[in-house]
């Protein structure tokens, strides 16, 4: 999967180089390349912002830098492709606008992402980007506006850290046991259970015995039930959300 991300602020991107993203990257699973948009300007100040018409708080990111940076990242995909790069594949890329005034970034979406072989995402600063840039770009992307949560952050890098470590560890050979992606918190629409360690007694707390007994089904069972409670508990709109079938009859007797 290729992934570029677009910002003013590239140095905040470093994180990607970390961790479980970074040795995907190191390994040729992801790549991923960070642009800063201020390359893509043309006077002296490297402006990227504006006075927004209809007056009002705050500054607007200009479109001409977006469109030329898009175009460069786009140009970049196709010469990679054009030299066999198995990254890139036939369906328009997906242009990621991180937003507060966007669809929720949620696990099904994240899923969705990974199967695509090249994102872009675009960075916003100060009051946005401005509007007209959003409908150039759906010439040549999928265009998403992604929201985190329904927060206002002060740029769109801290939310691309969060969803590209979402999306990457669901691309294939990332994670080194893809059975762990399976039993994960929203993977079948329900939080996950509790989990321990040793020692199985530590500060005078012990831990459940169904868990020391060696007893596959009745573990299995147990997680089931702690999966309903603490869904039921804490987030009661995942467990309404959840289609009839989703649930066995020993669930409905929980
Ligand atoms: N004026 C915008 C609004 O009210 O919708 C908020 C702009 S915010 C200060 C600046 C940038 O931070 C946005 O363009 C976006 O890139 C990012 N951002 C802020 N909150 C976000 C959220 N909840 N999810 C994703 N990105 C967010």
């Known amino acids: 999967m290729r992934i570029d991300v ?25 790549q991923v390349n960070v642009g800063d948009l201020r390359d893509y300007t ?24 977006w469109a030329l940076a898009l175009e460069d990242v786009m140009s970049q995909a196709s010469a990679g492709d054009s030299d ?11 242009l990621v606008v991180p937003s507060p005034a966007g669809q929720v970034f949620t696990q099904a ?3 969705e992402l990974s199967e695509r072989d090249h994102l872009v995402f675009a960075c916003g600063r100060y009051e946005g980007i401005d509007e007209r840039v959003i409908e150039w770009a759906q010439k ?19 939310a691309v850290l969060a969803m590209v470590e979402a999306i ?8 080194g046991n893809p059975e762990s992606l399976v039993e994960e918190s929203h993977s079948d629409g329900l939080l996950e259970y ?9 500060r005078e707390q012990g831990i459940p015995d169904v868990l020391l007994s060696g007893h596959h089904g009745q573990i299995a069972r147990w997680r089931r039930d702690q999966q309903l409670r603490r869904t039921s508990a804490r987030r009661p709109d995942l467990l309404e959300q959840l289609h009839s079938g989703a649930l066995d009859k020993k669930d409905l007797t929980t």
């Open 84 to 94: 066999g790069d198995p990254a890139i594949g036939a369906r328009r890329p997906v």
């Open 194 to 202: 509790p989990v321990y360690t040793k020692p199985a007694t530590w």
């Open 42 to 65: 043309a006077d002296r100040h490297r402006t990227v912002d504006d006075t927004p018409y209809g007056g009002g708080a705050g500054m607007v990111m200009k479109p001409e830098p």
């Open 168 to 175: 990457g560890r669901l691309v294939p050979g990332v994670i």
């Open 6 to 30: 677009l910002s003013i602020f590239p140095e905040y991107l470093a994180a990607l180089d970390l961790s479980l993203i970074g040795k995907a990257r190191r390994d040729g699973l992801l």
């Open 140 to 158: 040549s992307f999928e265009v998403r506006p992604m929201s985190l949560g329904d927060y206002v952050l002060n740029g769109g890098e801290v």
């Open 109 to 111: 979406v994240a899923q």
